[in-house]
Antibody
Framework: QVQLVESGGGVVQPGGSLRLSCAAS????????MHWVRQVPGKGLEWLTF????????YYADSVKGRFTISRDNSKNTVYLQMSSLRPEDTAMYYC?????????????WGQGTLVTVSS | DIQMTQSPSSLSASVGDRVTITCRAS??????LAWYQQKSGKAPKLLIY???SLQSGVPSRFSGSGSGTDFTLTISSLQPEDVAIYYC?????????FGQGTKVEIK
């Protein structure tokens, strides 16, 4: 069965950096696009970033452009989110999600999330 | 960027009621629309993709319709386990924007 397991969340000071990982299993990882989505507790879903199945295309939300970087290692079935210049407003639950295809599709599986808290 | 607007923001209905949630895109998105269900403390779950295609394993009481700018999610007979927040999402290119969510409760 498809599993997505995020890790790397925690407490970080404003201006700090953090790298999230999402380990995938149960499907051919290299065939599918991956995304990161976040959710401030009690608020709605915010799409953050996309990476195509082969890593050839990446897109970012304006709120994180220039601060966050998505990458993937198809040999390790893992997608990453490198976050830098973190702000208190980046505090949220961060989910990775699997694209339903290699490019522009809906998200058919989600991880359980990893919590990031930006606070001094 | 295309904005996605859901209505209502919350609703309360009785078990067995027909429930309808609307999602409007600020520009046409063809049928590139998905619906997700998020129960309290859980990750979202895909219900509907391509506006009207039911994801495998989702109960048939859920259905979607629409194309262009106006879309609808219908629960034909509300069940207690359907208490959740429902989100629409467009996926015709970046950004993959979500609606603000509709909270569904049992009366």
């Amino acid at each position: 069965q498809v599993q997505l397991v995020e890790s790397g969340g925690g407490v970080v000071q404003p201006g700090g950096s953090l790298r999230l990982s999402c380990a995938a299993s149960g499907f051919t990882f290299s065939y599918f696009a991956m995304h990161w989505v976040r959710q401030v507790p009690g608020k709605g879903l915010e799409w953050l970033t996309f990476i195509r199945f082969d890593g050839s295309d990446k897109y970012y939300a304006d709120s994180v452009k220039g601060r966050f970087t998505i990458s993937r290692d198809n040999s390790k079935n893992t997608v990453y989110l490198q976050m830098s210049s973190l702000r208190p407003e980046d505090t949220a639950m961060y989910y990775c999600a699997k694209g339903y295809c290699g490019g522009d599709c809906s998200f058919d599986y989600w991880g359980q999330g990893t919590l990031v808290t930006v606070s001094s | 960027d295309i904005q996605m607007t859901q209505s209502p923001s919350s609703l309360s209905a009785s078990v067995g009621d027909r429930v309808t949630i609307t999602c409007r895109a600020s520009q046409g998105i063809s049928n590139n629309l998905a619906w997700y269900q998020q129960k309290s403390g859980k990750a979202p779950k895909l219900l509907i993709y391509a506006a009207s295609s039911l994801q495998s394993g989702v109960p048939s009481r859920f259905s979607g319709s629409g194309s262009g700018t106006d879309f609808t999610l219908t629960i034909s007979s509300l069940q207690p386990e359907d208490v959740a927040i429902y989100y629409c999402q467009k996926y015709n290119g970046a950004p993959w924007t979500f609606g603000q969510g509709t909270k569904v409760e049992i009366k």
